[in-house]
């Protein structure tokens, strides 16, 4: 069974631009989740999903930030326009059924540079 | 609210020594408690979880942790460690009404030849 899949690995681009990640979660997975992990620091929820419905996303910026699920199935975070401060490894975990006990899967993260 | 605080940031150890991961957290509520690992450039995968029942709980790779509910603690042991073990470890809580994760800031575990 093929795990949770994000693209791009790796991201560079300079600060001001445009960035898009994208999220393949585990067949079945209803639910879905973005995390930010700084260098040395553990993963910090941005938006969670249950299904189509972003049902967290208290931590998202919404300034720059946003997020979609439109069919229920993979997902998109975008950041528009990126700063300096965004460079991060950007996560994507699913798990199974609506309430969760935190058994995540994760996909192996999107690194994003921005220079 | 609930926290998760790792009280080591970087632990050294030889191979074939024992290790301990200590990790403390902070809820109003009732908690599952987990134990994440990152292999280098690698996503987190889930080691083991305490979610009721026996307070000692094993995981994967002879991995093993206790859920002491006294002193919120959920210390992460291994008897003897290998190269391979060479990764960072997070802890992490959930619990309340939306089981949001909180993730410590985690330990970097280091095994040396």
């Known amino acids: 069974e093929a795990g949770v899949v994000q693209s791009p690995r790796y991201k560079i681009i300079e600060k001001k631009q445009p960035v898009a990640f994208w999220c393949n979660p585990i067949?079945?997975?209803?639910?879905l989740y973005w995390y930010l992990q700084n260098l040395g620091q553990g993963p910090e929820l941005l938006i969670r999903?249950?299904?189509?419905?972003?049902?967290?996303d208290s931590q998202l910026p919404k300034d720059r930030f946003s997020a979609e699920r439109l069919k229920g199935v993979d997902s998109t975070l975008k950041i528009q326009p990126a700063e300096l401060g965004d460079s991060a490894v950007y996560l994507c975990?699913?798990?199974?059924?609506?309430?969760?006990?935190?058994?995540?899967?994760f996909g192996e993260g999107s690194r994003l540079t921005v220079l | 609210a609930q926290s998760v605080t790792q009280l080591d940031s970087q632990v050294p150890v030889f191979e074939e020594a024992p290790v301990e991961l200590r990790c403390n957290y902070s809820?109003?509520?009732?908690?599952?408690l987990f134990w994440y690992v990152q292999y280098p450039n690698q996503g987190l995968q889930l080691l083991l979880k305490?979610?009721?029942?026996?307070?000692l709980v094993k995981g994967i790779n002879g991995f093993e942790a206790e859920f002491n509910k006294s002193q919120t603690s959920f210390h992460l042991r291994k008897p003897s460690v290998h190269i391979s073990d060479t990764a960072e470890y997070f802890c992490?809580?959930?619990?309340?009404?939306?089981?949001?994760?909180?993730f410590g800031k985690g330990t970097l575990l280091t095994v040396n030849p």
């Open positions: 975990a699913s798990s199974q059924g609506v309430a969760n006990t935190g058994e995540l899967f």
């Open positions: 067949s079945g997975h209803n639910t």
């Open positions: 999903y249950e299904n189509e419905e972003a049902v967290d």
């Open positions: 809820s109003s509520v009732s908690v599952y």
């Open positions: 305490y979610l009721s029942g026996s307070t």
């Open positions: 992490a809580v959930s619990g309340g009404s939306n089981y949001k994760l909180t």
